[in-house]
């Protein structure tokens, strides 16, 4: 009897080794698998990723800032944001990014807006039309963004240019 219960404790004590040995192997296996899914970026889908930011601290007077609709505006999730006239600034693949206007058109005389901006990674093209024109002139849009390789998106904008 004495060599029964030995027996049966030695096998207890192997069968709940074994368990507690799957059961880590598998929390370990699919914390892994939950890491590298977490960490996993596709850059080669095509798309270009435009984000909210906020009011660059850089631009101290005049400027136009856009939204990509009324509400996002009055919310102030912009997605571009210009000095009115020198350094246009944007979120785009992650990355905050500061870049020169090439060309933009005079805001107070005309009806329609037009800017355009390029850096080594984008080509950034901006169109509007002016809504409303009081101390501040508001315009609705669209902001296209073409990549070296050929991505091209676009987006509708709301947003003013003022002083």
Known sequence: MKYLIIFF???????C???????????????LNIVQDSAKTDNSSGK??????PFPKEIKECSC???KNKAD?????????????KIA???LDGKRLAMNLISSSDMEVDEELTKEIESDDYKI?????KIKGEEALLFEGTL?????????MTTPIYGECGC
Do not use: R
């Open 48 to 53: 270009i990723l435009v984000e909210n930011f």
């Open 9 to 15: 404790s030695a096998f207890l004590l192997v069968a």
């Open 125 to 129: 093209s901006v169109k509007g039309k």
């Open 65 to 67: 800032y856009f939204a």
């Open 73 to 85: 505006f009055e919310a102030e999730k912009y997605i571009y944001a210009d000095d009115a006239g």
């Open 89 to 91: 600034y944007m979120k």
């Open 144 to 152: 296209t963004i073409e990549k070296p390789d050929g991505t091209i």
């Open 17 to 31: 080794k074994k368990d507690k040995e799957t059961i880590q192997g598998s929390v370990t296996k699919d914390s």
